[in-house]
């Protein structure tokens, strides 16, 4: 489940025009990019007439009132293209894709399920790679998968193939991550380079004219989160910063608690590969997503060594801290290297559709 | 859920010629029907990689082993063309099919989340229809939808949307429905008319000049479950007769016991609409989808205390026993008005597809 589906009671209260009723009419492209009208149309459409407290909490994944043990489900569909791309596939994000939505709620991935929809000419060796990659990542996850569907559409131009995935994972610790707990003071943790998945997957729809090694970083961060736990870091709130990026996800954030966000330009850890690919491309580094990363708020008396225990991961070797909490206003401000400071604002429209 | 796809085990060890392997070169319509070819798929590639002790066990939902309470999940990926059809349309559809994969395993639906894939020009009026239904389904069923995510793909010729949901639920009894149990004598059970779900489809697919009021019989069967469990009915298995029918359910259940089932022609209700519709059109009757139906196969003691059970309920006044187990042979046989016997194989091919 994409946090954009639930976060969408924060996009409303935002003072950009809202007028437009944007679920009339044709569903576009934007409507899948996770930003304001992807928001709209879960507030206004989905959510107006399948809200329940459950749902309406708009969390990445949703921890149900079980018999003895705290639970969570999740759900996530997955359209990429290309089916493949440096770093990954669509198999892997599948499976990471969940387990990043029940980690970050600081649930503990278990078991998935996974509906196959694919397009008739989609060829089985390109299924069995992506199957092959789904067991990999859940192997590793240490995750079940327990059930599964298939269906089969027309013919399209290129191969395809959509994987939605659900999630059931356990809390197996007393905290709990909500923005409601968010305070003036508290730091903003990433846990590694902004972007690297969207910018992989945008270089490998077509060939730009320019050599690059850039991967997806698309990765299972349960383990990180694990390891936060286990040291008993008091963690305010998770997200995973996907659709819309780090720009859409801390916008998200600022508004359900009430706070300003404030991140230093200098701090958030691009690689540079990353940037220069955003600067030709004339993309904004802020909005690109991330696929293996989790961004956290943290207690301050805590930051410095979350970021120390999350650097002896090798996937989180450039975690840092990137910014803070204010209780002067609202909103998401990014304080430049000239000490300047300017909004970031939710995404508006598509960046790059298509992208997990 | 679909059956199809952990019922795999049962077919590769159907006499029939196994030898072609239909997992290499192109997926073809037929994989997605829920016959033979979606069987190889999911055996010789899907579980081949994802394969595990819950998956293997090939049931409509994962029975999983949680924290003092039995739990299933399940999930079920929807295609159905067009999206609205007499009786139905996609959202509902959504909500049932997996209400009843869960249903059939003797859980009780708690929690669903959806994964919605939309295209790009799809009306948001279409788009609200659809989800205004999956909010009545779900009030009907008293279930909580608690997670969802939203992707957009590119246009296409028709209006298109893709649901995948999954489910949760409860075992709150002691019962275990399982194919295992089956004795000789036991006897079989459906609770209405078969294929009025896929003749109603395929009649609402184009004009084919016949006048007809044939409705799809898309149902939540979990009130009908429910019932039969709390009357303490000897369940020995259930299963929804969807994609393959009656004819490829029955068969799937046949292998599993390695018993033999046998049905009789004039017991198996069909209304007379549905009948004169598959004349015309050339279908088979066995194999027509029906989705909101239960099969079960009970103890020959309890089977016509079930039916008086079932037949007090609108949606299951047709219910009837329709044949039984024999312990001498193996697969499905069907005992015609003249008497004679002739068999019924797993559905080869596709009959129709996006039925569901």
């Given at each position: 489940m994409d946090p954009a589906w639930f976060q969408v009671r924060v996009r409303v209260q935002?003072?950009?025009?809202?007028?437009?009723?944007?679920?009339?009419?044709d569903i576009g492209l934007a409507h899948g990019s996770g930003g304001r009208k992807t928001g709209r149309l879960i507030k206004d459409l989905f959510l107006k007439h399948l809200g329940n407290p459950i749902a309406n909490r708009m969390e990445d994944a949703a921890e149900l009132p079980a018999q003895g043990t705290?639970?969570?489900?999740?759900?996530?569909?997955?359209?990429?293209?290309?089916?493949?791309?440096?770093?990954?596939?669509?198999?892997?994000?599948?499976i990471c894709g969940t387990c990043n939505d029940l980690a970050v709620k600081g649930a503990?991935?278990?078991?998935?399920?996974?509906?196959?929809?694919?397009?008739?000419?989609?060829?089985?060796?390109?299924l069995e790679k992506i199957v092959v990659s789904m067991a990999e990542e859940l192997h590793k996850a240490n995750v079940l998968l327990v059930?599964?569907?298939?269906?089969?559409?027309?013919?399209?131009?290129?191969?395809?193939?959509?994987?939605?995935?659900?999630?059931?994972?356990?809390?197996?610790?007393?905290?709990?991550?909500?923005?409601e707990r968010i305070e003036a003071g508290d730091k903003v943790i990433v846990s590694g380079t902004i972007g690297d998945h969207e910018a992989a997957v945008l270089l490998s729809r077509q060939d730009f004219g320019f050599e690059h090694h850039i991967k997806s970083d698309v990765a299972n961060i349960w383990p990180l989160v694990s390891a936060l736990i286990d040291a008993e870091i008091d963690i305010k709130a998770m997200r995973?910063?996907?659709?819309?990026?780090?720009?859409?996800?801390?916008?998200?954030?600022?508004?359900?608690?009430?706070?300003?966000?404030l991140i230093k330009e200098g701090h958030v850890p691009f690689s540079s590969e990353v940037k220069a690919a955003a600067e030709m491309l004339g993309l904004d580094?802020?909005?690109?997503?991330?696929?293996?990363?989790?961004?956290?708020?943290?207690?301050?008396?805590?930051?410095?060594?979350?970021?120390?225990?999350?650097?002896a991961y090798p996937q989180a070797r450039d975690a840092a801290i990137i910014g803070e909490v204010h209780d002067d206003g609202q909103g998401l401000?990014?304080?430049?290297?000239l000490g300047s400071q300017r909004p970031l604002l939710i995404l508006e429209g598509e960046q790059l559709p298509r992208i997990c």
């Amino acid at each position: 489940m994409d946090p954009a589906w639930f976060q969408v009671r924060v996009r409303v209260q935002r003072t950009i025009n809202m007028k437009d009723n944007l679920v009339t009419g044709d569903i576009g492209l934007a409507h899948g990019s996770g930003g304001r009208k992807t928001g709209r149309l879960i507030k206004d459409l989905f959510l107006k007439h399948l809200g329940n407290p459950i749902a309406n909490r708009m969390e990445d994944a949703a921890e149900l009132p079980a018999q003895g043990t705290r639970i969570a489900l999740t759900t996530d569909s997955h359209v990429v293209q290309p089916l493949f791309f440096p770093g990954g596939d669509i198999g892997r994000l599948s499976i990471c894709g969940t387990c990043n939505d029940l980690a970050v709620k600081g649930a503990k991935p278990r078991f998935i399920t996974a509906g196959f929809i694919l397009r008739a000419g989609l060829r089985a060796e390109t299924l069995e790679k992506i199957v092959v990659s789904m067991a990999e990542e859940l192997h590793k996850a240490n995750v079940l998968l327990v059930a599964g569907d298939t269906k089969v559409i027309e013919t399209g131009e290129v191969e395809e193939c959509y994987i939605t995935t659900a999630g059931f994972g356990v809390l197996e610790h007393n905290s709990t991550f909500a923005p409601e707990r968010i305070e003036a003071g508290d730091k903003v943790i990433v846990s590694g380079t902004i972007g690297d998945h969207e910018a992989a997957v945008l270089l490998s729809r077509q060939d730009f004219g320019f050599e690059h090694h850039i991967k997806s970083d698309v990765a299972n961060i349960w383990p990180l989160v694990s390891a936060l736990i286990d040291a008993e870091i008091d963690i305010k709130a998770m997200r995973d910063p996907t659709r819309g990026g780090l720009a859409t996800t801390l916008n998200e954030l600022s508004t359900a608690c009430g706070k300003a966000v404030l991140i230093k330009e200098g701090h958030v850890p691009f690689s540079s590969e990353v940037k220069a690919a955003a600067e030709m491309l004339g993309l904004d580094l802020y909005y690109l997503a991330s696929e293996g990363r989790l961004l956290a708020i943290v207690n301050e008396k805590d930051a410095e060594k979350a970021v120390e225990i999350l650097q002896a991961y090798p996937q989180a070797r450039d975690a840092a801290i990137i910014g803070e909490v204010h209780d002067d206003g609202q909103g998401l401000w990014l304080e430049t290297l000239l000490g300047s400071q300017r909004p970031l604002l939710i995404l508006e429209g598509e960046q790059l559709p298509r992208i997990c």
